[in-house]
């Protein structure tokens, strides 16, 4: 990496979430000089509390911290469920946070990686390579829920802010990013959801008929740094694990279960969940050619690496202290 790569300024908003906290510590190792912001209220060094929906807190961010190379853009609301129940949370952060940003960007002219979801390609049952929203009309099996809807008009916001005022912006799509940080909740995804319920003995469900790709976040983390000495404008990336990796979603549960020595008995089985993708067929050549991505971590290693950290995290066992950073 060449001296003027590695010491640049970078924001990354959501930087106390889970792949933020991952990313900004990705960033740091290499050099960068790294503020994070996020809603909680830590007393950090280069982190200061934002609410992106919020125009004055993110003058707030760029008067005390700026200018600012780059800015990876991942503060969201997470989730179909999430997006349902909250649904004015999730318009306003995805949507009108992401507009605040592209109108700072539009006055800085910072660059910008915006974090947008898998789940924008909904139920679309053909290869889902980054040009399938443009060669395929947009019907009914895209963006099934808010979530998906609220990331693919971030995504048509930074085109049309490129258009019409120059800002380059990549966009990227992960894919079923997993791994430490994560901490449990309701609206969660499957992998933290199967791990914390058998950790604590309670009761779970399975969907059937569901396969997908699972990708450890340091892997994942690595390829979005390497972003900023690959920087193509106008880019959009699919990133998630390789796909001979992929797993029915109860093999997964099993994995969980095996990794914790525990039984099914805690799991119902039901029949594939509604509105919800069936098997996501994802191409991640473009990532590979253009930021060498990598996956190195299996989903039985990455499962093993999140039990342990969710062991840590809940004093479930304090004698040990999981092989991952732990500090935001």
């Known amino acids: 990496m060449s001296e003027e790569a590695s010491n640049k300024k970078i924001l990354v ?6 792949i933020g906290t991952n990313l900004v510590n990705e960033l740091r190792s290499r050099g960068h000089k790294v503020i994070a912001c996020d809603l909680l209220n830590h007393e950090l060094p280069d982190y200061i509390r934002c609410d992106v929906r919020n125009y ?9 911290f700026g200018p600012f190379d780059y800015v990876y853009h991942l503060a969201a609301e997470y989730g179909r469920w999430n997006g349902e129940d909250h649904y004015e949370n999730l318009w306003e952060t995805n949507v009108i946070g992401t507009k605040h940003m592209l109108r700072f960007q539009e006055k800085l002219g910072f660059k910008m990686i915006f974090f947008s979801s ?11 390579s980054e040009d399938a929203m443009e060669n395929n009309p947009i019907n009914d099996t895209y963006q099934m829920n808010d979530y998906a809807i609220s990331k693919w008009a971030g995504e048509l916001m930074c085109m049309n802010s490129a258009k019409m005022f120059g800002t380059e912006t990549v966009r990227v799509r992960p894919v079923n990013c997993y791994g430490p940080h994560e901490e449990y909740n309701s609206y969660r995804g499957f992998v933290p ?8 003995d309670m009761p779970y ?6 396969k997908r790709i699972i990708d450890y976040v340091e892997d994942t983390c690595r390829t979005f740094a390497n972003i900023v000495d690959n920087f193509i404008p106008g880019e959009v990336y699919n990133v998630g694990s390789r796909p001979e990796w992929e797993r029915d979603i109860k093999e997964i549960s099993d994995i969980v279960l095996g990794t914790l020595g525990k039984d099914d008995s805690l799991v119902t089985y039901k029949e ?4 919800t993708t069936q098997v996501k067929k994802i191409d991640f050549s473009k990532c590979i050619r253009d930021l060498n991505h990598n996956p190195l971590v299996s989903p039985e290693e990455g499962i093993q690496k999140t039990v342990d950290w969710m062991k840590w995290y809940y004093r479930l066992d304090t004698k040990t202290k999981p092989m991952v950073e732990t500090t935001a």
């Open 13 to 18: 908003t959501g930087g106390s979430g889970f």
């Open 56 to 64: 004055r807190h993110i003058q707030r961010v760029f008067d005390t």
């Open 118 to 128: 898998a789940e924008v390609y909904g139920d679309y049952t053909g290869q889902m």
């Open 193 to 200: 959801k199967f791990i914390y319920h058998a950790l604590h």
């Open 205 to 210: 469900t399975v969907y059937k008929g569901h």
């Open 272 to 275: 594939a969940e509604p509105f």
